[in-house]
């Protein structure tokens, strides 16, 4: 079947089955969080990224072969809810990206900075942090040796827009511009991009709205 990316709060997971990755994206919670599961595909070691909301329903799709590591892409609470059962259960290491691990109850094994290295098996990701939607939010970067780049943007970058940073002129122009720089700028229009609420999209479909974006102010 087609990766579409569209799933829906008590549905089945979508599962994006490239050369050497396994992407599982599931909806959970009263938010509509994703979480997605990787999992390398010549080791089958996995790892999570947001354990958001229903930790039955990750743990589930997580399955007998745990996972390796889990990520938590910002502090805000509906993308860590289920961190503490997760962490319980499956015993992983823990990343979040510096400036937001204080705000996580979970303790954070690896402190995440801009430009790190995450390894999932074979697989490796390389995190950009992203500041404005909180100070230490973080993206994750596959570049898939074998097709186009693929993007984990948490709640930074949205089909039609970058995160919520409540009215303040400041954050969002913080905000536009990592995203800009760091993910516009370096990757291609084949992008998928795969955020932390809703459907997904490609960097292609939403750069033409880039300055349509900066004007609005959000």
Same mark, same amino acid.
């Given at each position: ?26 909806? $959970? #919670?009263?938010?509509?969080?994703? !979480?997605?599961? =990787?999992?390398?595909?010549?080791? %089958?070691?996995?790892? +999570? &990224? ?69 390894? $999932? #098996?074979?697989?490796?990701?390389? !995190?950009?942090? =992203?500041?404005?939607?909180?100070? %230490?939010?973080?993206? +994750? &970067? ?77």
């Amino acid at each position: 079947m087609t990766y579409s990316g569209a799933v829906k709060v008590g549905g089945p997971a979508d599962v994006h089955e490239l050369q050497d990755l396994m992407i599982s994206k599931v909806a $959970v #919670g009263a938010m509509n969080n994703n !979480a997605y599961l =990787l999992r390398c595909r010549a080791t %089958g070691e996995q790892l +999570l &990224i947001d354990a958001a909301a229903d930790a039955e329903t990750l743990l589930t799709l997580i399955g007998d072969d745990g996972i390796a590591s889990v990520v938590t892409t910002h502090r805000h609470g509906d993308h860590w809810q289920a961190l503490g059962r997760i962490v319980e259960v499956t015993g992983p290491r823990t990343y979040a990206g510096r400036y937001d691990a204080e705000g996580i109850p979970v303790p954070t094994d690896v402190p995440v900075e801009d430009g790190d290295t995450i390894k $999932v #098996g074979r697989v490796s990701l390389t !995190a950009r942090h =992203l500041v404005g939607h909180t100070p %230490g939010s973080i993206a +994750l &970067i596959y570049d898939d040796p074998h097709g186009h780049p693929h993007v984990f943007t948490g709640d930074c970058l949205f089909p039609g827009g970058v995160g919520n940073t409540w009215k303040d002129p400041k954050a969002f122009a913080s905000l536009i511009d990592d995203v800009e720089s760091k993910i516009f700028d370096q990757l291609s229009d084949e992008t998928w991009v795969y955020p932390g609420h809703g459907n997904d999209t490609t960097l292609g479909a939403e750069r033409p709205h880039l300055q349509e974006w900066r004007e609005r102010g959000w």
